[in-house]
């Protein structure tokens, strides 16, 4: 994604240039630009913003609540793509500085530095056309190099474009949210298998629900994105493993792509199940992330799996109980001041042994008295 950006601004910056050229500011907006004369800066900024409020106030429904990437109108027709920020009102006042930057400035600039000639001394200029085979030769060189250019820039486009397209989505196609589980099911397990491999199976049916917050999104190619998802369409799987361990793994629907949540994440992902209630996904830390990448990436290879899914617990051994009806010590004490004190469970004694050293007891207890 990011690389295909990169060429769209380098288009962009190549014919932006021919694009601010061509517009020919009329006496008003001269007059407009003029005013801003004088001002500081932040002066300038302000009263851009007032304009491009005045500009805006019927288009959106509170000009301070302008979504990322919602155009703003400008002044002189101009226009500015409204990004991510942390407060909305950013996004009109960032229009105005870039409108200052872009286009207040450079044109005072250009009126204090250059002097244009007097109308009486222009002397008229007129470029005779090369008719010759070496100008038509050139000229027609020229031609096939500005179609070359512009072929290479599509076929850059579309390429990149269907890189990002098949890079992504494990399912291409996925079916629609209501669509009965045996559809969903085989789907659930050629995206799974394609990241841990073939040694599970699903357990139960694929719970419908949404995830939010930021998440770790494994791509069909290895690579990972951290995506903030808000009430995005998801499914949640519980897969077996044939070593009897369990777990619970969550996708993006749109594309059925494994997320999970980094452990050092600040903000958790979260997966709501309709009619439920959102519960923190599977928390992995970076080496589990790699982990997982080059886990994809051997199964795309028929390479065998790296991922080592622990075995479940061992389980515990029942500890029989003696039933010869004796009490097993390994220490017996007897104190006319602390009694009887017996631990552990090696000296066997029967009810009536313990009996008999209670009365024993109770009688050396008496005798101090007398």
Same mark, same amino acid.
């Given at each position: =994604?990011? #690389?295909?950006?990169?060429?769209?601004?380098?288009?962009?910056?190549?014919?932006?240039?021919?694009?601010?050229?061509?517009?020919?500011?009329?006496?008003?907006?001269?007059?407009?630009?003029?005013?801003?004369?004088? @001002? !500081?800066?932040?002066?300038?900024?302000?009263?851009?913003?007032?304009?491009?409020?005045?500009?805006?106030?019927?288009?959106?429904?509170? /000009?301070?609540?302008? #979504?990322?990437?919602?155009?703003?109108?400008?002044?002189?027709?101009?226009?500015?793509?409204?990004?991510?920020?942390?407060?909305?009102?950013?996004?009109?006042?960032?229009?105005?500085?870039?409108?200052?930057?872009?286009?207040?400035?450079?044109?005072?600039?250009?009126?204090?530095?250059?002097?244009?000639?007097?109308?009486?001394?222009? #002397?008229?200029?007129?470029?005779?056309?090369?008719?010759?085979?070496?100008?038509?030769?050139?000229?027609?060189?020229?031609?096939?190099?500005? /179609?070359?250019?512009?072929?290479?820039?599509?076929?850059?486009?579309?390429?990149?474009? @269907?890189?990002?397209?098949?890079?992504?989505?494990?399912?291409?196609?996925?079916?629609?949210?209501?669509?009965?589980?045996?559809?969903?099911?085989?789907?659930?397990?050629?995206?799974?298998?394609?990241?841990?491999?073939?040694?599970?199976?699903?357990?139960?049916?694929?719970?419908?629900?949404?995830?939010?917050?930021?998440?770790? =999104?494994?791509?069909?190619?290895?690579?990972?994105?951290? /995506?903030?998802?808000?009430?995005?369409?998801?499914?949640?799987?519980?897969?077996?493993?044939?070593?009897?361990?369990?777990?619970?793994?969550?996708?993006?629907?749109?594309?059925?792509?494994?997320?999970?949540?980094?452990?050092?994440?600040?903000?958790?992902?979260?997966?709501?199940?309709?009619?439920?209630?959102?519960?923190?996904?599977?928390?992995?830390?970076?080496?589990?992330?790699?982990?997982?990448?080059?886990?994809?990436?051997?199964?795309?290879?028929?390479?065998?799996?790296?991922?080592? /899914?622990?075995?479940?617990?061992?389980?515990?051994?029942?500890?029989?109980?003696?039933?010869?009806?004796? =009490?097993?010590? !390994?220490?017996?004490?007897?104190?006319?001041?602390?009694?009887?004190?017996?631990?552990?469970?090696?000296?066997?004694?029967?009810?009536?042994?313990?009996?008999?050293?209670?009365?024993?007891?109770?009688?050396?207890?008496?005798?101090?008295?007398?």
């Amino acid at each position: =994604m990011k #690389q295909f950006f990169v060429v769209l601004l380098a288009c962009l910056a190549l014919l932006a240039p021919a694009g601010l050229n061509a517009q020919t500011l009329t006496s008003a907006d001269s007059s407009y630009l003029e005013s801003l004369r004088g @001002k !500081t800066f932040a002066q300038q900024v302000a009263a851009v913003w007032l304009t491009t409020c005045q500009l805006n106030k019927n288009r959106f429904r509170d /000009i301070n609540m302008v #979504q990322p990437g919602e155009d703003i109108l400008l002044p002189l027709n101009r226009h500015y793509v409204a990004k991510q920020s942390p407060r909305s009102t950013d996004h009109v006042w960032m229009g105005s500085t870039y409108f200052v930057n872009e286009v207040v400035n450079p044109y005072l600039e250009n009126k204090n530095t250059a002097t244009a000639p007097k109308a009486d001394t222009l #002397q008229p200029v007129t470029k005779k056309r090369d008719y010759s085979l070496g100008g038509f030769i050139k000229f027609a060189g020229f031609m096939l190099l500005v /179609i070359a250019a512009i072929g290479f820039i599509i076929w850059l486009i579309v390429s990149i474009s @269907k890189k990002i397209i098949n890079r992504r989505s494990f399912v291409k196609n996925p079916p629609d949210l209501n669509a009965p589980d045996a559809q969903v099911r085989p789907l659930a397990e050629q995206a799974l298998r394609a990241t841990y491999g073939r040694d599970f199976q699903i357990v139960g049916e694929v719970e419908r629900g949404v995830a939010n917050g930021e998440q770790t =999104m494994f791509n069909n190619d290895g690579s990972a994105e951290v /995506i903030e998802f808000r009430s995005e369409p998801a499914f949640r799987a519980r897969i077996r493993f044939n070593n009897g361990t369990e777990k619970l793994v969550v996708c993006r629907w749109s594309c059925f792509n494994p997320c999970v949540n980094r452990t050092d994440s600040a903000f958790k992902g979260t997966f709501t199940p309709d009619g439920g209630v959102p519960e923190m996904i599977e928390n992995l830390s970076e080496k589990e992330v790699r982990d997982t990448q080059e886990n994809i990436r051997r199964i795309a290879r028929n390479e065998a799996p790296i991922l080592n /899914i622990p075995a479940p617990p061992a389980p515990i051994k029942e500890v029989k109980v003696k039933t010869d009806n004796r =009490m097993h010590l !390994t220490k017996l004490q007897i104190s006319s001041e602390k009694g009887i004190t017996l631990e552990g469970t090696d000296i066997p004694l029967t009810v009536a042994e313990l009996q008999k050293l209670v009365i024993e007891v109770k009688g050396m207890k008496q005798e101090e008295k007398k």
